[in-house]
């Protein structure tokens, strides 16, 4: 390939640029980012920079050595697709490509109104949000979700007065589940914030929200945590094969109209929390917008884009640090036919599993990091276990299996 055209400069970006140049691709390459900033890390938003305890988060990368040309704060505006290869039209002009790599990452959701809200996504954000949370600030924060969790953590934690509405019964209900997200609710009140579910909002106004039914809620601040939007109005009208992000096979190649084998584009690939892709261990498409993704999977995109056979299908992973605990998941519970407990959920170190039969399918631990490890691989290698010998904290997991 001559040109390869990188859009996006998040993990997930300079992963596909790092792996493109480390499986052989000798031709050019360029990296088209929206932002200011090379790639940094944003776990750390949420929790240090907002802390105070760090200010950079920026991936180490060596541009010379990686012989990267890098377009930063300039946008992917458009995609035409020719038979092979195309042109990405930018601010920074047209760029023809013989292979793309779409890795556009995540928008936040904001909610209606004029008044001001907060959101955090960008390294600009959070040294934003940082400065007003100062001691005795009154912060709402909407959205009871990992991104709300921490922010109350880093905002309690600043001496701010914190108040997180959420529109489930339970925080976390989406991620995972009402009985599992339960759990989590006391964690608020220890750290004196208070948490108050089942709360609509209308809208954000200057001072505060207004909740469905007209009652107000007073705030310096507002922050909006309700989730994400892949990013992908650049592509409208491309002819990709869009639904809930760039839809793609299961070696993240993109499709031109429909979701068919003889659709497939072998130049563009999508990876990152743009893309959801086909897992064949789930037997269903996957949008995981979580950093071990976009960490691992530009390996797989970089590898099909330059023809070699890759298939990506890990375990879904990810972590979240609130209220002074480190919670971890892998796996997916969404066809899990029960939970199983793992230790007392109102103590400070437990774990739920959620399990089909004898067949591991997803855990979630708070402060058991080993058992998390253990049971990814569990998860990952299929392995039948001893639903009774998961459910005792004392044995290990990985020994925790049939036979
Ligand atoms: C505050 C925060 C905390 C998080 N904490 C955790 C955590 O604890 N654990 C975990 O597993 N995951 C966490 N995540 C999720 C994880 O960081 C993301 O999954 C990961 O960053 C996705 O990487 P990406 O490269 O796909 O997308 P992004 O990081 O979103 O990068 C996409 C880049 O593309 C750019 N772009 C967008 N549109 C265009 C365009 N048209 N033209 C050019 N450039 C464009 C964007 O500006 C951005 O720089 C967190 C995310 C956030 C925001």
Known sequence: MDKVIVVGGGLAGLRAVETL????????????????????????LSKAVLAGETDDTTVDADWDELRCELLLGERATGLRLEPVGGVVTSTAGDLPFDGLVIATGATPITLP???????LRTIDDSRDLRSRLVPGARIVIVGAG?????????????????????????????AIGA?????????????????????????????????????????DE?????????????????????????????????????????????DVVAVGDCASWWSARYGRRLLVEHWDVALNAPEVAAASLLGQDAVYDAVPYFWSEQFGRMVQYAGSH????????????????????????????????VDRPRDLVQARRLIAAGTPVDPAAIADPDVPVRQAVRG
């Not at 109104?113 to 907060?118: A, E, S």
């Not at 509405?165 to 989406?174: F, G, K, N, R, S």
């Not at 608020?188 to 505060?208: I, S």
């Not at 945590?225 to 070696?251: F, I, K, M, N, Q």
Request: glycine content about 14%; proline content about 5%.
């Open 21 to 44: 140049r480390g499986n052989g691709h000798e031709g050019a390459l360029t990296l088209v980012s929206a932002e200011r900033h090379p790639p940094y890390d944003r776990p750390p």
């Open 179 to 219: 009985e599992v997200g339960a759990y989590t609710a006391p964690w608020y009140a220890e750290a004196g914030v208070e948490l108050r579910t089942g709360v609509k909002v209308a809208e954000v106004r200057d001072g505060g929200l207004v909740l469905a039914g007209g009652a107000r809620i007073d705030a």
């Open 222 to 266: 507002v922050v909006v945590g309700v989730g994400v939007r892949p990013e992908l109005s650049w592509l409208e009208g491309s002819g990709l094969l869009l639904e809930r992000g760039v839809v793609t096979d299961g070696s993240f190649r993109a499709y031109a109209g429909t979701e068919e084998p003889g659709s497939v584009r072998r």
């Open 146 to 174: 990992w991104i709300g969790a921490e922010v109350a953590t880093a905002a309690a934690k600043r001496g701010c007065s914190v108040t997180v509405v959420e529109a489930a019964d339970t925080p976390l209900a989406a």
């Open 334 to 365: 969404a066809a899990a036919e029960r939970i199983v407990h793992r230790g007392d959920p109102s103590g400070r170190k437990w774990a739920v599993a959620w399990l089909s039969g004898d067949r591991l399918d997803a855990i979630l631990t």
């Open 113 to 119: 109104g004029d008044g001001r809200q907060h959101v």
